[in-house]
């Protein structure tokens, strides 16, 4: 049986020759929006990426990747930006039908990850100054990593530079800028996104779009009135980390949250949902910009 995720492999991107298994090859990186706190937060509270929207949002990205893979020749090598926790590398490996990088800003996770998946290559670099070579990935995932970038529209035009032509990308992100609250600055989110913005900085970047829809249709209106509570009555600085601590520890064990993302996966697969706690678009890279 072939093992995909031998590296160096003949179309790896030559930053990979200096690479050693289980091992983090570092690039240079600034300030970021994202911390090692933050990722134990989520591990801590979110119960190791086992929340209801979590779970579906690897969920429809392995999905969307395995379709993309069956476009293009040979197993594709994918990317993905801000694998934090390594939660969807473990997903994309199991898949077995990828050659995968996983990348991040904050070292502290990487390691981890690089002792736990030995075979897969584990960077580290701001993606904004992205080291690898043009046209030197097939597929690049983002899963809530843009938010954290101030600036997004650089970060968009170095993944579309990294793509090969016909190659893909898949983008989520928290939605609704109405609904940016304390919890998001805890987060260190710099903005939400509606859908329209987020797709017309993917088109401005180089990017056509195959398909855009929401993740947590659903629970929005539930979600909406929590949003818009926490905006007319913020919480004391000393008190946002606790109250977004028990938002997630609150919604991970909701059996009715359960139940509706299992009903929007179901239904996603007809349609796409017009509005919802995170926008997700698919976006190819075209061979010609004509």
């Given at each position: ?14 930053q990979l020759i200096n690479w050693k298994p289980g091992r983090v090859l ?137 793509l090969k032509p016909g190659g893909f990308c898949y983008l989520e992100v ?117």
């Open positions: 049986m072939q093992d995909l995720n031998r590296f160096p492999h003949p179309n790896a991107p030559d570092s690039y240079r990186t600034d300030d970021s929006g994202w911390s090692d706190e933050l990722t134990n937060l989520h591990e801590i509270e979110a119960n190791g990426g086992q929340h209801p929207v979590d779970l579906a949002s690897r969920h429809l990205a392995v999905k969307a990747m395995l379709q993309n893979a069956q476009k293009l020749i040979g197993p594709p090598l994918a990317l993905e930006v801000g694998c934090s926790s390594g939660f969807l590398l473990r997903d994309l490996f199991a898949a077995g039908s990828f050659r995968i990088i996983g990348s991040d800003f904050i070292a502290g996770p990487l390691k981890k990850i690089a002792s736990q998946f030995p075979k897969i290559p584990i960077l580290q670099f701001d993606l904004t100054k992205c080291p690898l070579a043009d046209s030197s990935i097939d597929q690049v995932v983002a899963l809530n990593v843009l938010e954290h970038i101030e600036q997004d529209e650089l970060a968009l035009r170095q993944i579309f530079r990294i928290p939605a609704d800028p109405k609904c940016f609250d304390a919890y998001d600055e805890v987060l260190m989110h710099f903005r939400r996104y509606t859908i329209q913005d987020l797709v017309q900085k993917a088109k401005s970047a180089g990017f056509n779009v195959i398909y855009k829809t929401h993740l947590g249709f659903f629970p929005f209106p539930v979600f909406w009135l929590i949003k818009k509570w926490s905006r007319w009555n913020p919480p004391l600085k000393s008190e946002r980390e606790k109250k977004v601590r028990q938002q997630i520890r609150n919604s991970k064990s909701s059996l009715i949250l359960k139940t509706m993302v299992r009903v929007e996966i179901f239904l996603g697969q007809w349609i796409t949902f017009p509005f919802g706690i995170r926008a997700i678009v698919h976006l190819e890279k075209p061979f010609s910009r004509i």
